[in-house]
């Protein structure tokens, strides 16, 4: 059985950094491209960062957190990160990893295949 597990949510203040962390089992990690989404209050889940299988040469990033938030990934520990800096009031919320064993890299969450249950990230003004 497949899990997925984000850690590292919590509240920060605007400018501040975190770093989300999503364990997965059950799978072979490394034959997955790997996603990170979010869902504001009263909001549709958007698409925020993935990274491609196996050594992660590929990554795509949503226009709002390009240059702020980073994905990465280690195979070794079957972990995907997102280092979010200089973050803002509207990144706050729940903050998912999704994952996908398709053939081409995607921003689009119908596509992802197994879910986490969410990490909360909250940002004050």
């Known amino acids: 059985q497949v899990h997925l597990v984000e850690s590292g949510g919590g509240l920060v203040q605007a400018g501040g950094s975190l770093r989300l962390s999503c364990a997965a089992s059950?799978?072979?990690?490394?034959?997955?491209?790997m996603g990170w989404f979010r869902r504001a209050p009263g909001k549709e889940r958007e698409f925020v960062a993935a990274i491609s299988w196996s050594g992660g040469s590929t990554t795509y990033y949503a226009d709002s957190v390009k240059g702020r938030f980073t994905i990465s990934r280690d195979n070794a520990k079957n972990t995907v990160y997102l280092q979010m800096n200089s973050l803002k009031p509207e990144d706050t919320a729940l903050y998912y990893c999704?994952?996908?064993?398709?053939?081409?890299?995607?921003?689009?969450?119908?596509?992802?295949?197994?879910w986490g249950q969410g990490t909360q990230v909250t940002v004050s003004s």
């Open positions: 059950g799978l072979t990690f490394s034959s997955f491209d």
């Open positions: 999704a994952a996908d064993r398709g053939m081409v890299l995607t921003t689009i969450p119908q596509t992802y295949h197994y």
